[in-house]
């Protein structure tokens, strides 16, 4: 197993979603006492989007971290450019000097503190343990679909990379609760870092988990115009089970579209103001027990 | 008193404010049975932000009605020369030919459903009664501190001009519940106007309602960078009492502001986003019957 020496903290990577942002400044800024076992490197990831406040500026720089988009080449798009710029500081994805990338993100959806992790490995299995046993109101999302290099996210470019989620929070908007929440998180993934290097790592025992299925999409005329809403039933619900038969979408025209899939998953990223561009409504998973 | 026979329904004055673009886009198809006895206009009133999702291009639309912004010149932005053109729509400001305007918004504040009137008349009084009576979780916000004239705001172009504010809900996002408050408030005024029509108004004894006094910046530093957040203890607490002594800000140091007014306030727009850029926090209001 190997040891981990250092970490990037990073904010910013959306520029209007704020946790993260005052998050990094203070860390920076030393207002909190960290594990000084390791190294540390604080990211304002994209500096501009943060001082427009949106999302990026082109296009969104955590999808950019793809392999076959790092390798240097000029870009017309600003992100694709940064995405090079931060692969060369925390990177280069393919052989990188930083140990673990944590980066930090918020969501319009009610998905509480949720940690997003990209492989099912024990170290990642046992860093999930460790918060859900520290911080029971986390939960946690394996996104494993595919192999961790060949995700496109910006912690992609440490050998190891998570993402912090933290919702419900309008884009623009600081909440003290929710900044609490991911002082909390990172403080607990840090000491878990710690006890991962001394090789004191505790056992657990089967925690519950959910893994991404798929996405949702609205639902859209054929001139792909809005039709209605996330149900009253559905808004807010993040990680509570929906069940064939269950509201899903309120209609315009007074109509309810239910779920029609085949059993109970689990939605996620409802009614997130990012993906509305896309039409996507919210993503599901299955729940288990890891 | 004045009757009334043309309503301009308006969304889109700021582009991410999600429930009035639908509203209105869904009225004009006919979705809801609104009064016959009135002549209707529906207007998404920035079509340019509505299509990228922002709160404007240039500047806030909803500060350009000034009298003196309306005389025709060429302006470069974007939205000096879109209120000239509104203005002759639905205005002119000082000779109008629309009766009543209403401007329908959203907030990231807890604010509910609020109705917005700027002067204290008996029509506004008897409107906000009859709303009040109708739909109790409404809140009534006067903002007369100058007259109706000389406010900015884009409903001032219609003979009488009022503004809906329907929170607490993310830019970017549309809520069913917040979606369906706006139909309800929009379906009560339109009664409202009729029964004022037939000079049918009933009688109101006094009813609680607001009136703005003031806002209140967040802590900045020297060099303008944010100390805190709103606290905990006050996100979310739109309407309810704040007292002096009462924990008004979090600091990133770990220390809290107390309010230090003289009596107690009701604080509003607590954190909304849009304001985030001018550094206000939240704006205070007298409670008081009407």
Redesign the interface.
Same mark, same amino acid.
């Given at each position: 197993m190997h040891s981990i020496s250092s970490v990037a903290i990073v904010g910013g990577t959306h520029g209007n979603e704020l946790t993260g942002i005052?998050l990094v400044?203070?860390l920076a800024n030393d207002?909190y006492s960290l594990p000084d076992s390791l190294d540390y490197r604080f990211l304002i990831a994209n500096p501009d989007a943060v001082a427009t +406040?949106?999302r990026f500026i082109d296009v969104d720089l955590n999808r950019q971290f793809a392999l076959d988009n790092l390798t240097y080449q000029e870009h017309s798009l600003y992100e694709l450019n940064l995405a090079q710029i931060i692969n060369r500081k925390i990177g280069p994805k393919d052989n990188p000097h930083t140990d673990l990338v944590i980066d930090i993100h918020n969501t319009?959806s009610n998905m509480g503190p949720t940690l997003i992790v990209l492989e099912s490995s024990d170290f990642y299995r046992n860093m999930s343990g460790y918060l859900k046993q520290q911080m029971p109101s986390c939960n946690i999302l394996v996104e494993d679909e595919v192999s961790y290099l060949e995700h496109p996210y910006l912690c992609t470019c440490g050998k190891y990379g998570v993402m912090l989620e933290l919702g #419900?929070?309008?884009?623009?908007?600081?909440? #003290?609760?929710v900044? #609490?929440q991911s002082v909390e998180m990172v403080q607990h993934i840090l000491k878990f870092v710690e006890l991962h290097n001394q090789q004191e790592t505790p056992e657990f025992k089967g925690f519950e988990a959910y893994r991404l299925l798929d996405v949702v999409q609205f639902p859209l005329s054929k001139e792909e115009?809005?039709l209605g809403?996330?149900?009253?039933a559905l808004?807010d619900q993040d990680f509570k089970p929906l069940k064939p038969g269950q509201p899903m979408f309120?209609l315009?025209?007074g109509s309810t579209v239910e779920y029609e899939g085949e059993g109970t998953v689990y939605p996620h990223f409802i +009614?997130e #103001?990012?993906y509305?561009?896309s039409a996507v409504a919210f993503a599901t998973a299955d729940k288990f027990i890891w």
């Open positions: 005052h400044n203070n207002n +406040n949106t319009t #419900a929070q309008p884009q623009g908007v600081s909440r #003290a609760d900044y #609490a115009k809005l809403l996330i149900h009253p808004q309120s315009f025209d +009614n #103001a990012a509305k561009a």
